[in-house]
């Protein structure tokens, strides 16, 4: 079965009377060592075929606790017994219905992920990855569930391998129930991401600053005021810079009042300046097209902002925004370009993939339909970057700057941008002004 070339379907035969075999082994067996390695076996053999069939494993959910009990002394054995809880809930697409064994799960989470129980040390890794695995397949938010989160501060506190796994449960319980989750746990949360930014080598800073970017995706409102202290840094890491950018993206596509107010709040005058002058000079190093979107939609919604720096930024801004258009713009019919990021009927099986570029999902889920999949997918389907065409959106706010400040001085904005821009932005949107022969004014 750990053939590379091994085909599933062709053991399924065998699967039900090898499964039962080894069941009466493992309640037979007397050496731990024993019953461990049949546990090991068991759950390679659910991982293997879990596509396959969905297979009676329920003799083996109701004897585990019992085999919990009498490995107290035996954390290995343990570590196997979360092991096959895992591949157990990945192969029936759900959390055992049961009440004792959904409480005898969150009993091992709770334990094995608690930095003050000794044995958290041994089950730390296979708690982590039940954790996850249990949240995502979960369908609704509970007491019980939600309380286990009374680790995670601890746990991010304790070391930074703990980390990326600790985020990414984070991130599940957001998508799952963020109404109940963040009032109570993400101000701590946040807190203590921000204070150990200031200790992390860069791709700690990056991941991190994900995570406040899903917030911003998931929960917009509510993460604006949480992230309030992170919108203004300095940084000088590339990586970094790219996803501060598209944190203050998020921000600005939502709420630019609350926005300006946090750049008066730093005291520094040249604030707006220093960022939008670093966001012009490095958004090209933005390869991926989900992500220019973004930016280019933030940098449109600047354009009606009444502000000097954004007056002598205009060339810049018009020049990134026309180049994301490039990319974006796909032929759909006849010559027509569309909006290739907006989620239709047509593309929204695709979505999967969408979903793991964003970090949502991992590799194996692009295709499955668990239930933070679809959570994720709501979420995706509801995100300006899928929603709004850019096109449209730049044409609405070049109408409002034009009516705002006048034809005059519209028209000299406009000559700030070089020829060969304005000409492939021509045929994007209508621009308004008197070109020189041989350029269109007005979209394709």
Known sequence: MDDFEFVAEQFVEYLEPAVALLFGLLKEAVECETKMTVLYVMSFIIEKMSMSMRIDVQSLVQYLPLLWEESREHNMLRCAIISTLLQIIKALYEIPSSEPIVAFIYQIIEMSTNV???????????????????????????????????????????SSSNMNICLAIVQAYVFLGAEVFLPRYGQEIVKTCQYLLTDLRADGVVLINRFFLTLLQAVPKFAIELLRPSYYQQTNFPQVLQIYLQIISRVLVNDQVTFSVVLAETGAQDALEKILT??????????????????????????????????????????????????????????????????????????????????????????????????????????????????????????????????EQYQSLMTSVDLQTLKELSSFVALGIDLPTGIDDGAA
Not at 119 to 135: D, F, N, Q, R, T
Not at 140 to 150: A, G, I, K, R, S
């Open 116 to 158: 003050n129980d000794p044995s958290h040390v041994y089950l730390l890794e296979e708690g982590l990855e039940l954790w996850v695995v249990v949240v995502h397949y979960s369908r609704t938010m509970n007491q019980e569930l939600l309380n286990l989160c009374e680790n995670l501060v601890p746990l991010i506190q304790q």
């Open 278 to 407: 670093a966001w012009l000079e490095n958004m090209r190093r933005v390869t991926a097209i989900e992500e220019r979107k973004l930016l280019a939609l933030a940098l449109s919604s600047l354009l009606t902002v009444s502000n000097d720096v954004i007056y002598k930024n205009f060339a810049g801004i018009i020049t990134n925004v026309t180049e994301a258009l490039n990319d974006i713009m796909d032929v759909f019919s006849q010559d027509t370009k569309v909006d290739s990021l907006v989620i239709d009927d047509e593309n929204v099986d695709n979505v999967g993939v969408t979903l793991f570029s964003y970090g949502f999902i991992d590799s194996d889920m692009v295709q499955e339909e668990t239930p933070h999949f679809s959570r994720c997918r709501a979420f995706c389907l509801r995100d300006p970057t899928h929603v709004i065409v850019l096109k449209d959106y730049l044409q609405n706010q070049l109408v409002v700057l034009k009516t705002t400040i006048g034809a």
